[in-house]
Every structure is written in C-alpha cells, then in structure tokens.
C-alpha cells in the first residue's frame, strides 16, 4: 500500500491523503487549501493525482478545509463515491453551496472592477458543480461499518462537530487511521472523542499540537466581555464559524441570559444565513450532542435572524449606534456578512470584536487578534480601535494534552505516526511530545510525499 500527502501536510488547511490498497485508490478527505496565498493557490493546482483514477472519498467531517474541494473534484471528472455520515452529508450541502456561491461572488466582483489578473476571474467551482457532488454522497450505515472490495472501513465518532469521524481503513493485512479532527472531552456541544485501539499507521492532526486551552471558563469570560462592552454603549461582534460554533455561542447567550448576566433587551442578531441553515440541521441531528433536547430546541429563542443582504447592511448601521450582540459569519473574517459589521464597529472604540475560534495565519481574523491597527475590507482600508480579544476557550478542537491522552488510549504502538493537519511549529511540537513520551515512531511528511507503507 502507498500513502499520499497531497494536502495539510505542511499546513493547517487543504486536509487530503491518498490511500493506494493496490485494488482501490481511497481519498480521505477533500478540503480546500485556505490562509496564506501561497496556500490558497494550491487550489488552483494540478490535483497530485487524476480524480477519474480515485475509487472513493471517505470524509471524516464538513468543515470546508476537509471537504471544500470536493465539488472541484467532481467537475474534474472523480465518479466515485463520497462516504460520510448522515449529518456530514447535510452540513455540506449547506456549506459547499454557500462556498460556491461566494466563490461565483467574488469573481463576478473580480470582473466588474477590474482587479483579477487574468483576462477573466473564474470561481474554483460553481453550485452546478456542487448539485452534481452532493449526488456522489453515500451515507454510511448507523454502526459506522462498510466493506469496499478487500477494505474493511470504520467510521468512529470523534466529537469536534456534528458527524465528525476517525476513519480506519483495514487493507491488505494493515490498518490505516486517519483521526480526523478530534474534539474536546468538554465540548460545549459534543461528546467526548471515542477511542480508537489499534493502527499500524496513524495520520494524527496536530491543529493544537503546540498549545493548551486556556483553563477558563467560556461563560463567564463571554458575559465579562460583553458586560464591559455594554457599560461603555458598545456592541460585540462575535465572528463566528457557522457551522458549530455559531451554535455554541447560541448557547451560551441563552445561558447568559437566563442567569441574568445578560439583559433581555439586548439585542442579539444572527446574520448568516448559512448559520441558521446549520441550526436546524442541529436540532435534526440532537441525539448526537451532548446537551438536553429543551436547550438545544431554546438556542433561537429572542434571537433576530437577518436573512436579506440589504438588512445585513442596514444591521450593521444600526449596532454602531444601539448596543447589541451580533453573531456573524465568517469566522476568520475572510469575508461573508461579517464584513459589513467590521466595516461600521472597528473604527470605533466602543465596541468589541471577540473571536470565539481558532484563526488560521494569513487570514484577516488572525492579523486582528495579533494586534493589526488597519485592516483591508473590500479595496478600503479601515482603521481598528474597536477592542479585539480571542476567546480561545471555544475552540472545538482538542489541545495537546487531549492529542496525546487519545494517543494514549491505543492498545498497542502504530508502527508509524505522521503528524498532519497543522502549522509547522504545531505539528513539529506534537512529533517531539510523541517520540519522547511515547517512545512511537513518528514524523512530520513533506506536501505531495507518497511513502510506501507494505
């Protein structure tokens, strides 16, 4: 068997690898490179392998940087089958058609002002392209269990987000898991990673491989912050992923609000459309989380939900004079509705713009919490005196200590470890932990490396 890196390899982003069996060529995930621009222009690239040769993708969760290439794929001729979970197979459809469409956006932007460099800007993908890739979804049996040919395939529950999944591939006398990404074993919203036993080879990511939680506690640090920001007649924008945590803070406004920490005439505004697609989608899925069907049926409750583009841009008018929360997407700030609301609150030291999440470098959101001063927004520079903080707290990702605690959990060593899915310091910090504290065999591959692994 023969094991491809053809993405997050040397980055946080773009999650593919390539799983040769000699009878089928297995894709586990298919995710968009995001951040740098010498990373986002990997996207643009030749894929590493011809998509028509690949057999099937097995997707370990929705997150654009594990499946936003997917319809790409597709348009470039892969016929195969895409495997998931049920709830993976639903929150893509919300989320790579709303990639399709800021994609389709932005060149049709690029191409009215005169700013792409080529002749004509094209999006990556279309949501032609992604209607005809959400066709290639297979949903994976409730056991979590499927045979292809010789393969024997796993799908293991992993927290992080709704259906998000370890994948273990069982070929050829080896065994090959891929974690995915794992959550918290105190998750806001999921349970706690379910533990795989064995491998032989384990792709283990690294996003927190570096960097431990913050011992905090996330209610109490969000009901500071916005009780501070209101004494002052200010409004907090919490930038935020729409899938995931856009709920989580849901949740945690409503628990705020019951313990009287926030008033009840606050304004709260969720203005994401896609965000609101997701929060039904989590009240569909509720037996996969960890919190009560009565909170979880109360996570919109007094919460005003802006639909129309044109009232986002009125919102965003309004908050820099009224006090409010306003929960937005993107959560990076790499664009979406969000940008209106930098755009009127940054220039004014009142208000208070709050990252509820981790922030690849590159990206506007990460400029910001490193200190920026002025920032582009569409063509115009904006100046920031708004106050910034990064509530690190709500990341869905499990630290190093959670890394190495799931590593722990295997009944016996891999015989190989590659460390995947993170910057290079984080995933260089977590080889080192796992060579010196569990004597494993383990190293960080290079993008685009293909090793032989029997």
């Known amino acids: 068997m023969k094991l491809s890196f053809l ?7 773009g999650s ?4 040769d069996t000699g009878e089928r060529r297995l894709l586990l995930d298919c995710g968009m490179f995001q951040g740098y621009k010498v990373l986002r222009e990997r996207n643009w690239a030749p894929f590493g392998v011809a998509p028509h040769t690949i057999d099937a993708v097995l997707l370990s ?3 654009l940087d594990h499946s936003g290439y997917i319809p790409a794929l597709v348009a470039q001729g892969f016929k195969g089958q895409i495997f998931s979970t049920g709830a993976t197979r639903d929150l893509c459809e ?35 392209n992604t209607r005809k890739a959400l066709t290639h979804f297979v949903g994976v049996p409730r056991d979590g269990h499927l045979r292809l040919g010789g393969a024997e395939i796993r799908f293991t529950p992993v927290g992080h987000l709704l259906g998000a999944s370890a994948i273990s591939v069982q070929a050829g006398g080896k065994t090959v898991v891929f974690s995915g990404d794992l959550g918290r074993s105190n998750d806001l919203l999921m349970p706690a990673p379910q533990q795989v036993f064995e491998a032989d080879v384990l792709l283990i990511e690294s996003t927190y491989g570096n960097r431990l939680h913050p011992a905090e506690d996330v209610e109490q640090r969000l009901g500071q912050v916005i009780r501070n920001t209101l004494k002052r007649g200010g409004t907090v924008l919490l930038p935020s992923f729409a899938v995931g945590r856009a709920q989580a803070l ?17 304004p709260i505004y969720l203005d994401s459309p896609m965000a609101t697609e997701a929060t039904e989608i989590t009240l569909k899925h509720r037996k996969l989380l960890r919190v009560s069907s009565a909170e979880i049926a109360n996570l919109s409750d007094g919460v005003k939900t802006i639909s129309k583009s044109a009232d986002s841009l009125k919102t965003a008018r309004l908050v820099a004079r009224h006090s409010a929360i306003v929960v937005s997407a993107s959560g990076m700030a790499t664009g979406g509705r969000v940008l209106n609301y930098l755009q009127t609150l940054a220039p004014d030291a009142r208000h208070h713009i709050c990252f509820p999440g981790f922030q690849v470098g590159g990206t506007r959101g990460a400029k910001l919490i490193a200190g920026a001063r002025e920032v582009k ?9 708004a106050e910034v903080s990064h509530l690190e707290g709500f990341s869905g990702h499990a630290d190093a200590d959670g890394l190495m605690a799931w590593m722990r959990g295997f009944k016996r060593a891999p015989a190989q470890v590659y ?5 290079p310091e984080a995933s260089d910090a977590l080889r080192c932990r796992i060579q010196d ?14 090793v032989d692994i029997g």
């Not at 927004?377 to 005196?385: D, L």
């Open 7 to 13: 993405g997050a390899a040397d980055s946080v982003t």
């Open 16 to 19: 593919r690898h390539l799983l």
């Open 61 to 63: 969760h929705a997150h």
């Open 94 to 128: 919300v989320l790579l058609t709303d990639s399709a469409h800021l994609q389709e956006e932005d060149a049709r932007r690029a191409n009215r002002s005169g700013t792409s460099r080529h002749d004509k800007a094209l999006p990556l993908y279309t949501t032609a």
């Open 250 to 266: 849901l949740l945690v406004l409503q628990r705020l609000r019951q313990s009287g920490e926030l008033p009840w005439d606050v």
């Open 377 to 385: 927004i569409q063509g115009e520079f904006i100046t920031v005196n």
């Open 419 to 423: 460390v995947v899915h993170g910057e």
């Open 437 to 450: 504290e569990l004597g494993w065999k383990v190293r960080v591959p290079q993008h685009g490396e293909t």
